[in-house]
Protein backbone atom coordinates (compact mmCIF):
# COMPACT_ATOMS: atom_id res chain seq x y z
CA UNK A 1 0.00 0.00 0.00
CA UNK A 2 1.36 3.25 -0.75
CA UNK A 3 1.38 6.09 2.50
CA UNK A 4 -1.56 7.84 1.49
CA UNK A 5 -4.16 6.16 3.56
CA UNK A 6 -6.69 7.79 5.62
CA UNK A 7 -8.24 7.26 8.95
CA UNK A 8 -11.57 8.01 9.51
CA UNK A 9 -13.24 8.36 13.27
CA UNK A 10 -17.12 8.63 13.30
CA UNK A 11 -17.80 8.20 17.19
CA UNK A 12 -21.55 7.37 18.16
CA UNK A 13 -23.21 7.88 21.72
CA UNK A 14 -23.14 4.39 21.93
CA UNK A 15 -20.60 3.24 18.94
CA UNK A 16 -17.25 3.95 17.54
CA UNK A 17 -16.76 3.84 13.85
CA UNK A 18 -13.45 4.28 12.33
CA UNK A 19 -11.98 2.49 8.78
CA UNK A 20 -9.13 2.63 6.56
CA UNK A 21 -9.29 4.26 3.18
CA UNK A 22 -7.13 4.17 0.66
CA UNK A 23 -8.48 6.97 -1.86
CA UNK A 24 -12.49 6.57 -1.37
CA UNK A 25 -12.11 2.37 -1.65
CA UNK A 26 -12.38 1.31 1.82
CA UNK A 27 -9.19 -1.47 3.31
CA UNK A 28 -11.50 -2.27 6.59
CA UNK A 29 -14.58 -0.69 8.59
CA UNK A 30 -14.92 -1.47 12.17
CA UNK A 31 -17.63 -0.58 14.31
CA UNK A 32 -16.89 -1.33 18.38
CA UNK A 33 -20.21 -0.93 20.43
CA UNK A 34 -20.23 0.28 23.97
CA UNK A 35 -22.27 -0.94 26.27
CA UNK A 36 -23.92 1.31 28.96
CA UNK A 37 -21.60 0.31 31.58
CA UNK A 38 -18.60 0.60 29.86
CA UNK A 39 -19.76 4.68 29.37
CA UNK A 40 -21.68 5.41 32.44
CA UNK A 41 -18.39 5.56 34.74
CA UNK A 42 -17.58 8.55 32.41
CA UNK A 43 -19.28 11.95 33.91
CA UNK A 44 -18.52 13.70 30.77
CA UNK A 45 -18.83 12.83 26.64
CA UNK A 46 -15.13 13.73 26.59
CA UNK A 47 -13.97 11.97 29.22
CA UNK A 48 -14.05 8.90 26.99
CA UNK A 49 -11.82 10.23 24.60
CA UNK A 50 -8.48 8.13 26.12
CA UNK A 51 -11.33 5.12 26.38
CA UNK A 52 -12.48 5.38 22.77
CA UNK A 53 -8.89 6.19 20.98
CA UNK A 54 -7.26 3.09 22.92
CA UNK A 55 -9.88 0.57 21.42
CA UNK A 56 -8.91 1.92 17.70
CA UNK A 57 -5.26 1.84 18.18
CA UNK A 58 -5.25 -1.80 19.50
CA UNK A 59 -7.75 -3.08 16.53
CA UNK A 60 -4.97 -1.22 14.04
CA UNK A 61 -2.49 -3.05 15.93
CA UNK A 62 -4.50 -5.93 15.48
CA UNK A 63 -5.00 -6.03 12.16
CA UNK A 64 -1.44 -5.10 11.74
CA UNK A 65 -2.38 -2.07 9.53
CA UNK A 66 1.12 -0.08 8.84
CA UNK A 67 -0.10 3.27 11.09
CA UNK A 68 2.76 5.26 9.58
CA UNK A 69 1.28 5.23 6.19
CA UNK A 70 -1.57 7.27 7.19
CA UNK A 71 -1.55 10.45 6.11
CA UNK A 72 -4.84 12.45 7.14
CA UNK A 73 -7.34 11.27 9.94
CA UNK A 74 -10.13 12.76 9.68
CA UNK A 75 -12.85 12.88 12.74
CA UNK A 76 -16.29 13.86 12.23
CA UNK A 77 -17.36 17.12 13.15
CA UNK A 78 -18.95 18.03 16.46
CA UNK A 79 -21.17 20.65 18.08
CA UNK A 80 -19.07 24.07 16.86
CA UNK A 81 -20.06 27.52 16.14
CA UNK A 82 -21.79 28.16 13.19
CA UNK A 83 -18.67 27.79 10.35
CA UNK A 84 -18.47 27.66 6.04
CA UNK A 85 -18.59 24.29 4.82
CA UNK A 86 -15.84 23.06 3.88
CA UNK A 87 -12.36 20.98 5.35
CA UNK A 88 -10.60 22.35 9.11
CA UNK A 89 -7.54 21.40 10.47
CA UNK A 90 -8.33 20.46 14.22
CA UNK A 91 -6.88 23.67 15.87
CA UNK A 92 -6.19 24.17 19.47
CA UNK A 93 -9.01 26.57 19.72
CA UNK A 94 -11.22 24.20 18.00
CA UNK A 95 -10.24 21.53 20.94
CA UNK A 96 -10.98 23.87 23.46
CA UNK A 97 -14.29 24.40 22.19
CA UNK A 98 -14.69 20.68 21.23
CA UNK A 99 -13.53 19.55 25.00
CA UNK A 100 -15.70 22.35 26.98
CA UNK A 101 -18.42 21.75 24.76
CA UNK A 102 -18.97 25.11 24.73
CA UNK A 103 -21.95 24.71 21.97
CA UNK A 104 -23.52 21.18 23.50
CA UNK A 105 -22.86 17.92 24.40
CA UNK A 106 -22.31 14.92 21.89
CA UNK A 107 -20.78 12.14 21.21
CA UNK A 108 -19.44 13.57 17.59
CA UNK A 109 -17.58 16.01 19.80
CA UNK A 110 -14.79 13.51 19.89
CA UNK A 111 -13.98 12.79 16.53
CA UNK A 112 -11.79 16.06 15.66
CA UNK A 113 -10.18 14.96 19.63
CA UNK A 114 -9.27 11.71 18.71
CA UNK A 115 -8.35 12.77 15.36
CA UNK A 116 -6.19 15.48 16.42
CA UNK A 117 -4.33 12.61 18.80
CA UNK A 118 -3.53 10.00 16.76
CA UNK A 119 -2.75 12.56 13.98
CA UNK A 120 -0.03 13.94 16.76
CA UNK A 121 1.65 10.43 17.72
CA UNK A 122 2.16 9.24 13.87
CA UNK A 123 5.07 11.13 11.82
CA UNK A 124 3.27 12.40 8.86
CA UNK A 125 0.09 12.45 9.63
CA UNK A 126 -2.79 15.90 10.07
CA UNK A 127 -6.13 15.73 12.01
CA UNK A 128 -8.99 17.58 10.12
CA UNK A 129 -13.17 17.55 10.20
CA UNK A 130 -15.85 18.42 7.52
CA UNK A 131 -18.89 19.91 6.55
CA UNK A 132 -20.54 19.77 10.82
CA UNK A 133 -23.57 19.82 11.32
CA UNK A 134 -23.65 23.40 12.11
CA UNK A 135 -22.34 24.47 9.20
CA UNK A 136 -23.84 28.01 7.77
CA UNK A 137 -23.72 29.69 4.98
CA UNK A 138 -27.58 31.15 5.10
CA UNK A 139 -27.73 34.75 3.00
CA UNK A 140 -29.31 37.26 5.32
CA UNK A 141 -33.14 36.99 4.25
CA UNK A 142 -33.00 33.09 5.23
CA UNK A 143 -32.30 33.60 8.73
CA UNK A 144 -35.17 36.01 9.76
CA UNK A 145 -38.38 34.10 10.93
CA UNK A 146 -41.07 36.65 12.01
CA UNK A 147 -39.22 37.52 15.31
CA UNK A 148 -35.56 38.85 16.43
CA UNK A 149 -35.74 36.95 19.47
CA UNK A 150 -36.30 33.22 17.12
CA UNK A 151 -33.72 33.48 14.01
CA UNK A 152 -33.67 30.95 12.03
CA UNK A 153 -30.49 28.83 12.24
CA UNK A 154 -28.78 26.17 9.75
CA UNK A 155 -28.45 22.96 11.49
CA UNK A 156 -28.38 20.19 8.73
CA UNK A 157 -26.87 16.90 7.61
CA UNK A 158 -24.63 19.53 6.14
CA UNK A 159 -21.63 16.20 5.63
CA UNK A 160 -24.16 13.63 3.41
CA UNK A 161 -25.36 16.59 1.47
CA UNK A 162 -22.16 18.06 0.68
CA UNK A 163 -20.52 14.91 -0.30
CA UNK A 164 -23.94 13.85 -2.73
CA UNK A 165 -23.77 17.20 -4.25
CA UNK A 166 -20.39 16.93 -5.15
CA UNK A 167 -20.66 13.16 -6.08
CA UNK A 168 -23.40 14.61 -8.84
CA UNK A 169 -21.73 17.26 -9.87
CA UNK A 170 -18.74 14.54 -10.82
CA UNK A 171 -20.84 12.12 -12.47
CA UNK A 172 -22.38 14.55 -15.06
CA UNK A 173 -19.23 16.53 -15.26
CA UNK A 174 -20.01 19.35 -14.01
CA UNK A 175 -18.30 21.60 -10.93
CA UNK A 176 -20.46 21.65 -7.83
CA UNK A 177 -20.05 25.20 -7.39
CA UNK A 178 -21.35 26.24 -10.74
CA UNK A 179 -24.63 24.18 -10.26
CA UNK A 180 -28.26 25.28 -7.99
CA UNK A 181 -29.17 22.28 -6.64
CA UNK A 182 -31.81 20.88 -4.54
CA UNK A 183 -30.67 18.25 -2.29
CA UNK A 184 -32.84 16.05 0.28
CA UNK A 185 -31.35 14.09 3.18
CA UNK A 186 -34.12 11.57 4.72
CA UNK A 187 -33.36 10.19 7.57
CA UNK A 188 -34.53 9.95 11.29
CA UNK A 189 -34.31 14.09 10.78
CA UNK A 190 -35.01 15.27 7.23
CA UNK A 191 -33.32 18.42 5.94
CA UNK A 192 -33.54 20.19 2.36
CA UNK A 193 -31.19 22.17 1.56
CA UNK A 194 -30.88 25.01 -1.47
CA UNK A 195 -27.33 24.85 -2.75
CA UNK A 196 -26.41 27.73 -5.00
CA UNK A 197 -23.30 27.61 -6.54
CA UNK A 198 -21.48 25.55 -4.31
CA UNK A 199 -23.05 27.02 -0.45
CA UNK A 200 -25.89 25.88 1.35
CA UNK A 201 -28.10 29.27 1.18
CA UNK A 202 -30.88 28.06 2.78
CA UNK A 203 -32.20 24.55 4.42
CA UNK A 204 -34.96 23.75 7.45
CA UNK A 205 -33.08 23.18 10.95
CA UNK A 206 -33.26 19.60 10.86
CA UNK A 207 -32.36 18.95 14.48
CA UNK A 208 -35.35 19.93 16.86
CA UNK A 209 -37.07 22.91 14.16
CA UNK A 210 -39.04 23.67 10.95
CA UNK A 211 -39.68 21.57 7.79
CA UNK A 212 -41.42 18.00 6.86
CA UNK A 213 -41.82 15.78 10.01
CA UNK A 214 -40.19 12.92 9.71
CA UNK A 215 -40.14 9.20 11.53
CA UNK A 216 -38.68 11.38 15.24
CA UNK A 217 -39.46 14.89 14.64
CA UNK A 218 -42.38 16.58 14.44
CA UNK A 219 -40.96 19.56 12.04
CA UNK A 220 -43.25 22.64 11.65
CA UNK A 221 -45.99 22.94 13.83
CA UNK A 222 -48.83 25.60 14.47
CA UNK A 223 -47.38 28.04 16.82
CA UNK A 224 -50.02 29.08 18.42
CA UNK A 225 -51.41 25.73 19.74
CA UNK A 226 -48.28 24.69 20.39
CA UNK A 227 -47.65 27.81 22.66
CA UNK A 228 -51.14 26.91 24.36
CA UNK A 229 -50.52 23.59 24.45
CA UNK A 230 -47.13 24.47 26.16
CA UNK A 231 -48.92 26.57 28.55
CA UNK A 232 -52.10 24.23 29.23
CA UNK A 233 -50.19 22.64 32.48
CA UNK A 234 -50.67 19.12 31.36
CA UNK A 235 -46.76 18.84 30.13
CA UNK A 236 -43.67 19.43 31.34
CA UNK A 237 -40.75 21.24 29.07
CA UNK A 238 -39.28 17.58 28.58
CA UNK A 239 -42.31 16.26 27.51
CA UNK A 240 -42.90 19.01 24.87
CA UNK A 241 -39.23 18.64 23.52
CA UNK A 242 -39.85 14.92 23.46
CA UNK A 243 -43.04 16.04 21.09
CA UNK A 244 -40.75 18.07 18.81
CA UNK A 245 -37.68 15.33 18.71
CA UNK A 246 -37.69 11.92 19.36
CA UNK A 247 -41.60 11.20 19.99
CA UNK A 248 -43.19 13.55 16.70
CA UNK A 249 -43.71 12.39 12.84
CA UNK A 250 -43.78 8.78 12.68
CA UNK A 251 -43.49 8.25 16.48
CA UNK A 252 -46.53 10.60 16.98
CA UNK A 253 -49.05 8.85 14.53
CA UNK A 254 -47.67 5.28 14.25
CA UNK A 255 -45.84 4.22 17.46
CA UNK A 256 -42.93 3.65 15.19
CA UNK A 257 -39.48 5.33 14.14
CA UNK A 258 -38.69 3.02 11.14
CA UNK A 259 -40.15 3.36 7.47
CA UNK A 260 -39.68 -0.50 7.34
CA UNK A 261 -42.09 -1.03 9.53
CA UNK A 262 -44.60 1.79 7.93
CA UNK A 263 -44.04 -0.05 4.25
CA UNK A 264 -44.96 -3.60 5.90
CA UNK A 265 -47.71 -2.03 8.04
CA UNK A 266 -48.89 -0.66 4.53
CA UNK A 267 -48.76 -3.67 2.95
CA UNK A 268 -51.03 -5.47 5.10
CA UNK A 269 -53.61 -2.95 4.33
CA UNK A 270 -53.54 -0.54 7.39
CA UNK A 271 -54.71 2.54 5.38
CA UNK A 272 -54.00 5.11 8.10
CA UNK A 273 -50.28 4.33 7.91
CA UNK A 274 -50.08 5.45 4.32
CA UNK A 275 -52.13 8.43 5.05
CA UNK A 276 -49.41 9.38 7.59
CA UNK A 277 -46.65 8.45 4.99
CA UNK A 278 -48.06 9.79 1.80
CA UNK A 279 -48.08 12.78 4.13
CA UNK A 280 -44.46 12.91 4.80
CA UNK A 281 -43.66 12.97 1.58
CA UNK A 282 -46.03 15.60 0.63
CA UNK A 283 -44.69 18.05 2.98
CA UNK A 284 -40.97 16.85 2.04
CA UNK A 285 -42.22 18.11 -1.75
CA UNK A 286 -43.65 20.88 -0.47
CA UNK A 287 -40.46 22.22 1.28
CA UNK A 288 -38.66 21.06 -2.44
CA UNK A 289 -41.00 24.14 -3.84
CA UNK A 290 -40.10 26.29 -1.23
CA UNK A 291 -36.01 25.65 -1.90
CA UNK A 292 -36.79 26.32 -5.99
CA UNK A 293 -38.56 29.58 -4.93
CA UNK A 294 -34.99 30.24 -3.10
CA UNK A 295 -32.98 28.93 -6.26
CA UNK A 296 -35.50 31.03 -8.03
CA UNK A 297 -36.63 28.35 -9.70
CA UNK A 298 -33.29 27.80 -11.96
CA UNK A 299 -32.66 24.60 -10.35
CA UNK A 300 -30.08 22.05 -12.07
CA UNK A 301 -31.44 19.10 -10.31
CA UNK A 302 -32.56 17.17 -7.31
CA UNK A 303 -31.05 14.73 -5.20
CA UNK A 304 -32.93 12.48 -3.09
CA UNK A 305 -30.75 10.76 -0.48
CA UNK A 306 -30.70 9.36 2.91
CA UNK A 307 -31.58 6.28 4.48
CA UNK A 308 -35.53 6.57 3.61
CA UNK A 309 -34.11 6.93 -0.22
CA UNK A 310 -33.88 3.12 -0.40
CA UNK A 311 -37.88 3.40 -0.48
CA UNK A 312 -38.66 3.47 -4.18
CA UNK A 313 -42.64 4.34 -3.21
CA UNK A 314 -42.23 7.24 -0.69
CA UNK A 315 -39.56 8.52 -3.46
CA UNK A 316 -40.91 7.87 -6.15
CA UNK A 317 -44.04 9.69 -3.92
CA UNK A 318 -41.36 12.67 -3.59
CA UNK A 319 -41.08 12.74 -7.04
CA UNK A 320 -44.80 12.72 -8.51
CA UNK A 321 -45.22 16.22 -7.01
CA UNK A 322 -41.66 17.81 -8.40
CA UNK A 323 -40.55 16.24 -11.43
CA UNK A 324 -41.05 19.29 -13.91
CA UNK A 325 -39.01 21.53 -11.62
CA UNK A 326 -35.59 19.62 -12.55
CA UNK A 327 -34.44 16.49 -12.91
CA UNK A 328 -34.59 13.97 -10.14
CA UNK A 329 -31.96 11.97 -8.81
CA UNK A 330 -31.94 9.31 -6.33
CA UNK A 331 -28.92 8.59 -3.96
CA UNK A 332 -30.17 6.01 -1.39
CA UNK A 333 -27.98 5.41 1.96
CA UNK A 334 -26.21 7.80 4.05
CA UNK A 335 -22.27 6.57 3.78
CA UNK A 336 -20.98 9.39 6.47
CA UNK A 337 -17.38 7.29 6.32
CA UNK A 338 -16.73 7.09 2.72
CA UNK A 339 -18.25 11.04 2.95
CA UNK A 340 -15.30 12.02 5.37
CA UNK A 341 -13.04 9.84 3.22
CA UNK A 342 -13.50 12.06 0.06
CA UNK A 343 -13.08 14.71 2.13
CA UNK A 344 -9.61 13.24 3.06
CA UNK A 345 -8.87 12.48 -0.47
CA UNK A 346 -9.50 15.85 -1.40
CA UNK A 347 -6.83 17.29 0.86
CA UNK A 348 -4.16 14.69 0.09
CA UNK A 349 -5.01 16.09 -3.66
CA UNK A 350 -4.63 19.71 -2.73
CA UNK A 351 -7.93 20.03 -4.00
CA UNK A 352 -9.28 21.22 -0.60
CA UNK A 353 -8.57 24.61 0.47
CA UNK A 354 -8.05 24.14 4.52
CA UNK A 355 -9.57 26.04 6.39
CA UNK A 356 -8.60 27.47 10.04
CA UNK A 357 -11.65 27.55 12.72
CA UNK A 358 -11.28 30.45 14.79
Not at 129 to 145: H, K, M, T
Amino acid sequence: MENNQILVINPGSTSTKFALFEGTSPVFIQTIRHTKEELEGFRKITGQISFRESLIIKQLNEDEINLNAIRIVMGRGGLLKPVESGVYAVNEKMISDLKSCAYGEHASNLGGLIAYDIARSLPDARAYIANPVVVDELNDLARLSGHPKLPRRSVFHALNQKAIARQHAKQILRRYEDLNLIVVHLGGGITVGAHKKGRVVDVNQGLDGDGPYSPERSGTLPVGDLVRLCFSGEYSLNEVLKMIKGEGGLMAYLDTNSALDVEKRMASGDEFARKIYDGMAYQVAKEIGAMAAVLSFQVDGILITGGIAHDKYFTNEIISYCHRLAPVHVYPGEDEMKALAMNGLRVLKNEAQIKEYQ
